[in-house]
């Protein structure tokens, strides 16, 4: 009989899982397909959900020093009507959001799952996979296979391998992307706010604070972000170019110009893509998908990161007995609140990120005053930080803590 699980994908969520589960004194072989996994990746905001889970790690500590503690989001029009105004304070005193890089979490989560003695292989392009009662076999490009006891798919939004587990599933490319870059703060430059900038649902700017690339470095960056429709992004160096892309953030925010002093390279800009993943459920057997291969969604709500956290963490929580009752357990742990944040997603996502003309106009209208209710503005809060498992009432309790 096979002991090990296979867990496929060294994101955050695989990585996340890998942690949890060797913790538990689980056997893991995580698969990653790229050779040398670099710690890169855009600006990431994790919340007080997402915070906590990094406690039970017993790595927060080690994240805040290398982050920044967010304690406002702030959004307005180019005509200064406040869209978003938030204050994680005024949800609890204590709650903060941790602005992050992508690169500075996972050489910290690289870092665990090597002291714990996870099997890792890297540059193992996983293809396919088939399972019996017993087991589930990887085949591996090359050739290769490998049993084992149970597959975690923690291989984003875009995977393929998804398709092999028979459960009824959609995934939808979102039509619209950004461009990202993290440049260094210059001096005096609000380190404690997200900021965003909105025209329409059509342009947005996106500022973050999310200190430190690594322990070495010294420079705190800010995360800009700026959205594109998909058709746009591809060629956009060529088509449009650095200095247009740069004079029309201007345009919209010029509070943007002394960041954009560090912007000098087009190549600087990363593009990103995601994509809605709704699946009937997320196991099959001895088969679980995590992450963004299992409920991915647009940027907009934070929550990615911060979801496939609680999905390593909520998992780790059921292991014991055999693996298809773990994974049926742990679906039922993760629905109501996975069902919640898939949903309210799909709702905001088109008043920040379309050629909409009606949704954004009531956003302008309403979010702003909506957000004076002291209600209003605790349940948005509430979102933002990941506690809600329903529109009305429902909050996240994480096993254990
Ligand atoms: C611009 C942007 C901003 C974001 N901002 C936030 C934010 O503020 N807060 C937040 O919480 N989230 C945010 N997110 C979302 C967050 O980054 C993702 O939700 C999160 O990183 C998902 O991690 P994952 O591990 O599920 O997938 P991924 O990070 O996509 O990792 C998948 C891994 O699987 C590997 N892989 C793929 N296929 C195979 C295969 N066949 N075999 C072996 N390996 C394979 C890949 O190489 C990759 O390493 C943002 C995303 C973007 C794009």
């Keep these: 009989m096979p002991e090990s699980v296979a867990i496929v994908g060294a994101g955050v969520a695989g990585a996340a899982a890998a942690i949890r589960l060797a913790e538990r004194g689980v056997a893991v072989d995580l698969y990653e397909a790229v050779p040398e996994p670099k710690p890169i990746g855009a600006g990431l905001l994790l919340q007080p959900t997402g915070q906590r889970v990094l406690t039970a790690m017993g790595l927060l500590d080690e994240a805040l ?6 304690d406002r989001l702030f959004g307005d029009t180019p005509s200064g009507r406040a869209v978003l105004d938030m204050s994680y304070r005024r949800f609890h005193p204590e709650a903060y959001g ?4 992508r690169g500075a979490l996972m050489g910290m989560l690289w870092k665990r799952v090597r002291e714990l003695g996870v099997r890792w292989h890297c540059g193992a392009l996983v293809e396919g996979f088939e399972q019996d009662e017993a087991g589930v076999t990887l085949r591996l490009s090359g050739g290769a296979k490998a049993r084992h006891a149970a597959l ?16 009824s599933q959609h995934a939808r490319a979102f039509p619209w992307g950004a461009v990202w870059t993290v440049l260094p703060a210059p001096p005096g430059f609000p380190q404690i706010e997200l900021r965003q900038r909105f025209r329409s649902a059509s342009q947005m700017i996106g500022l973050m604070p999310v200190g430190r690339a690594d322990h070495a470095d010294g420079a705190r960056g ?3 972000f700026w959205s ?14 650095l200095d247009r892309i740069k004079q029309q953030m201007a345009e919209l925010f010029p509070d943007v110009l002394p960041l954009l002093a560090g912007l000098r390279d087009a190549g600087q800009l990363r593009e990103a893509r995601y994509a809605d993943v709704h699946m009937a459920r997320w196991h099959d057997g001895r088969v679980l998908a995590i992450g963004d291969c299992a409920h991915g969604m647009s940027p907009q709500l934070g929550q990615g990161a911060n979801m496939a956290l609680i999905d390593a963490h909520e998992l780790a929580s059921e292991v014991g007995g055999d693996w298809p009752g773990v994974f049926e357990r742990y679906g039922r742990r993760r629905r109501a609140h996975l069902r919640f944040y898939g949903q309210a997603s799909k709702g905001l996502t088109p008043m920040f990120q379309s050629h909409a003309v009606v949704a954004p106009w009531l956003r302008d209208r309403f979010f702003g005053w909506g957000g004076r209710l002291p209600y209003v503005h605790q ?5 933002l930080a990941g506690y809600k498992t329903g529109w009305l009432w429902g909050r996240l309790k994480l096993a254990g803590c």
Excluded: C
Excluded at 65 to 70: D, F, H, I, P, S
Excluded at 152 to 167: D, P, Q, Y
Excluded at 228 to 241: I, K, M, Q, S
């Design 65 to 70: 020093a290398l982050g920044t503690r967010v």
């Design 98 to 101: 941790l602005g992050i890089q």
């Design 152 to 167: 975690i798919l923690a291989n984003g939004s875009f995977s393929r391998l998804r398709e092999g587990m028979k459960v």
């Design 222 to 224: 800010i995360n800009l």
């Design 228 to 241: 594109l429709p998909v058709a746009e992004l591809e060629g956009w160096r060529e088509r449009v170019g």
């Design 379 to 383: 349940q948005s809060i509430a979102v």
